[in-house]
Nanobody
Framework: QVQLVESGGGLVQPGGSLRLSCAAS????????MKWYRQAPGPQREWVAS??????NYADSVKGRFTISRDNAKNTVYLEMNSLKPEDTAVYYC?????????????WGQGTQVTVSS
């Protein structure tokens, strides 16, 4: 059984910073792409950033403010968020492509709330 557990969300003032973490645990042979998504109230989940090997990509809305990184030894992905804006308020989810003895599967974390407000 594989689990992704996010942490680091909270309430922050506009212009502030937060660092999210997402740790994968369980039966893991290897982890491919790791991604962050977010979902504000409503049905749409928005892709935020991804990291595959050393290659990173970002949504235009967060480029220059957010940084995604990973620690392969810890099976953990991070999202450093700076210059936060009220429109960054959302539940943030991590997503990972994980290979184990069941083959390649895709997993979601449970989400962590980020609220940007004065």
């Amino acid at each position: 059984q594989v689990q992704l557990v996010e942490s680091g969300g909270g309430l922050v003032q506009p212009g502030g910073s937060l660092r999210l973490s997402c740790a994968a645990s369980g039966s893991i042979f290897s982890i491919g792409a790791m991604k962050w998504y977010r979902q504000a109230p409503g049905p749409q989940r928005e892709w935020v950033a991804s990291i595959t090997g050393g290659i990173t990509n970002y949504a235009d809305s967060v480029k220059g403010r957010f940084t995604i990184s990973r620690d392969n030894a810890k099976n953990t992905v991070y999202l450093e968020m700076n210059s936060l804006k009220p429109e960054d308020t959302a539940v943030y989810y991590c997503h990972a492509a994980i290979r184990n003895n069941d083959g390649l599967k895709y997993y979601w974390g449970q989400g962590t709330q980020v609220t940007v407000s004065s």
